[in-house]
């Protein structure tokens, strides 16, 4: 029943904390990705605006050879062409230099142009056209720009070469191409009139081309890996901190939350235990917290005790605990006998400033009931845990001793309280813990451990409860040795109040 809820509570702190790890870490790498494209974009593209404009670069003499040659165009071949030879020398990058008439090559520097190479009027003038050369170079890239007016202007080609050389320069991994109108090619200078994939692209806003690449999804994946990796490592790591954080924190609150709502619902009930005297008369019970959870059934106080003193829900417990308590017994006050004591279990949480008021008015309640006057109410303070403030403490014992409420030193033995603290604070009974009474009838080493400490809650002139007896032969001894009260299994297990009333009070 216990592993149930703990299965329940762990299955969700699981799932919470991979939650929150996988998206931290998501979140993180997703920006890390996003941020590592973006920059590789960047990049690709300030190479590819670099290319563009090279290529710029070396057109840029096109206008002023025109400007040269146009007033060639008026006077005959054999004056123009050596005209034009001188010029062509001049700029490396021209492969052709060509008059114009009527649509065709009338002059040249170089002569298989002439007659055979034409322009087209729909092509506008002093755009960049890159072509298939079929005169000078056939199969090869050209460039070529004319300017014609009424058929007649000038005309002027490029060796592709001074496009496609530029690709060379860069990075093999780049794979750049250039692109204008119909055809592509890359550094090759292989022509391609087929479409092409690509994602990156500069254009020249001067002239008819563009230079553009296909980043691939594995050129993203080898940037991130090279670049980082670090990063995303980091992020893992800090998304397990923070995954462990929560699955903390989920812990915590998850078991709360499901307590909260249990005090709500007031699953907490009182189981009770009886508390007999040396004769084995009914002298008192001891009340036992049960958590009656509706889905897993009945829960034990070391499961959850712990956890409600760590977080202060252990108050509103308490202070139900003992409404419900007396709210029972008083149903049945009549039967109770005379003298008859009713121990209650308390934390070192209650005398806290904070919670020391929620303690008093729960007594007070006591006090002012009818119960009062037939029974005492007696507080258990465990010795196992340790008084947080000495001097409070001090004070709400005063103040419990004067509404005559009893104080009871629990687990007595196992804990660090000095014997001056325990007479300063004045307690009034002394429970011996379980775990010296099962000495008792074991081996002669162990035995005197009894004796001593039966002896010391003597000399301290408290009453004396014995708590967990079992056996006939720890009942004689105890007797022997005086122990006023007896308490354990062998009169009876913790059963639930109610059930404790009717066997004992009908
Ligand atoms: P405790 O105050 O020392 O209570 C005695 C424990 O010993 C009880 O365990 C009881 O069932 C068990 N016991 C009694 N006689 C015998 C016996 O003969 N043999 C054996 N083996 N066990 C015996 P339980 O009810 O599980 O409570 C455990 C502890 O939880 C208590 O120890 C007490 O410290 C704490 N607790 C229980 N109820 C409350 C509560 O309302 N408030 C606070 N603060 N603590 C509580
Ligand atoms: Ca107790
Ligand atoms: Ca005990």
């Given at each position: 029943m216990i592993n149930k809820i703990k299965n329940t509570l762990k299955y969700r702190q699981w799932l919470i904390s991979i939650a929150a790890s996988?998206?931290?870490?998501?979140?993180?790498?997703?920006?890390?990705?996003?941020?590592?494209?973006?920059?590789?974009?960047?990049?690709?593209?300030?190479?590819?605006?670099?290319?563009?404009?090279?290529?710029?670069?070396?057109?840029?003499?096109?206008?002023?050879?025109?400007?040269?040659?146009?007033?060639?165009?008026?006077?005959?071949?054999?004056?123009?062409?050596?005209?034009?030879?001188?010029?062509?020398?001049e700029y490396a990058e021209f492969q052709t230099l060509n008059i114009i008439k009527n649509n065709i090559v009338a002059c040249s520097t170089n002569s298989r142009m002439v007659n055979a190479a034409y322009v087209t009027s729909d092509k506008p003038n002093n755009e960049l056209s890159i072509l298939e050369s079929?005169?000078?170079?056939?199969?090869?890239?050209?460039?070529?720009?004319?300017?014609?007016?009424?058929?007649?202007?000038?005309?002027?080609?490029?060796?592709?070469?001074?496009?496609?050389?530029?690709?060379?320069?860069?990075?093999?991994?780049?794979?750049?191409?250039?692109?204008?109108s119909k055809i592509w090619f890359d550094k090759e200078g292989i022509i391609h009139y087929s479409t092409q994939r690509s994602n990156l692209m500069v254009a020249s806003e001067k002239y008819n081309f563009n230079i553009n690449t296909n980043v691939s999804t594995q050129d993203y994946v080898n940037e991130i890996i090279q670049n980082n990796t670090f990063l995303i490592i980091l992020f893992a790591v800090i998304s397990l901190i923070i995954g462990r954080y929560v699955f903390l924190n989920a812990q915590k609150n998850s078991s709360l939350f499901i307590m909260k709502e249990s005090i709500a619902d007031n699953e907490f009930t009182p189981y009770a235990?009886?508390?007999?005297?040396?004769?084995?008369?009914?002298?008192?019970?001891?009340?036992?917290?049960?958590?009656?959870?509706?889905?897993?059934?009945?829960?034990?106080?070391?499961?959850?005790?712990?956890?409600?003193?760590?977080?202060?829900?252990?108050?509103?417990?308490?202070?139900?605990?003992?409404?419900?308590?007396?709210?029972?017994?008083?149903?049945?006050?009549?039967?109770?006998?005379?003298?008859?004591?009713?121990?209650?279990?308390?934390?070192?949480?209650?005398?806290?400033?904070?919670?020391?008021?929620?303690?008093?008015?729960?007594?007070?309640?006591?006090?002012?009931?009818?119960?009062?006057a037939k029974t005492h109410l007696v507080l258990e303070l465990t010795e196992r845990q340790a008084i947080h403030d000495y001097d409070e403490t001090q004070s709400v014992f005063d103040t419990l001793h004067e509404m005559d409420i009893k104080m009871a030193i629990d687990d007595f033995g196992t804990g660090h309280s000095t014997l001056s603290d325990i007479k300063n604070l004045n307690f009034d009974f002394i429970k011996i813990d379980k775990s010296f009474i099962d000495l008792i009838g074991s081996?002669?080493?162990?035995?005197?451990?009894?004796?001593?400490?039966?002896?010391?809650?003597?000399?301290?002139?408290l009453a004396i409860v014995a708590e967990g007896v079992e056996t006939q032969e720890q009942l004689d001894y105890l007797r022997t040795h005086n122990v006023d009260y007896i308490q354990g299994y062998y009169y009876s297990k913790p059963i639930p109040l109610t059930e404790f009333i009717e066997q004992y009070f009908t």
């Open positions: 996988i998206g931290i870490f998501s979140v993180g790498t997703s920006i890390i990705i996003a941020q590592s494209i973006k920059s590789y974009d960047a990049n690709v593209l300030t190479r590819l605006g670099s290319v563009v404009s090279i290529i710029e670069t070396k057109l840029e003499s096109t206008d002023e050879i025109i400007n040269r040659i146009m007033p060639l165009t008026g006077m005959p071949c054999s004056t123009a062409e050596h005209k034009l030879i001188d010029i062509i020398v079929s005169v000078v170079t056939p199969g090869k890239i050209i460039g070529a720009i004319k300017e014609v007016h009424n058929k007649n202007g000038v005309l002027v080609t490029f060796n592709g070469k001074i496009f496609y050389s530029i690709l060379e320069h860069i990075d093999d991994s780049d794979n750049f191409r250039i692109q204008s235990q009886p508390v007999m005297d040396s004769n084995g008369k009914l002298s008192g019970l001891e009340i036992l917290i049960r958590w009656n959870n509706k889905h897993h059934g009945l829960i034990y106080p070391d499961v959850f005790i712990p956890l409600a003193e760590a977080s202060g829900l252990i108050i509103p417990m308490t202070t139900q605990l003992m409404e419900n308590t007396f709210n029972l017994l008083t149903t049945v006050e009549k039967k109770v006998p005379n003298d008859f004591h009713i121990g209650i279990n308390i934390s070192a949480q209650h005398f806290d400033k904070t919670n020391q008021q929620s303690l008093i008015a729960s007594c007070k309640k006591y006090t002012d009931s009818s119960l009062n081996d002669a080493i162990a035995a005197p451990l009894v004796d001593n400490i039966i002896d010391l809650a003597q000399r301290l002139e």
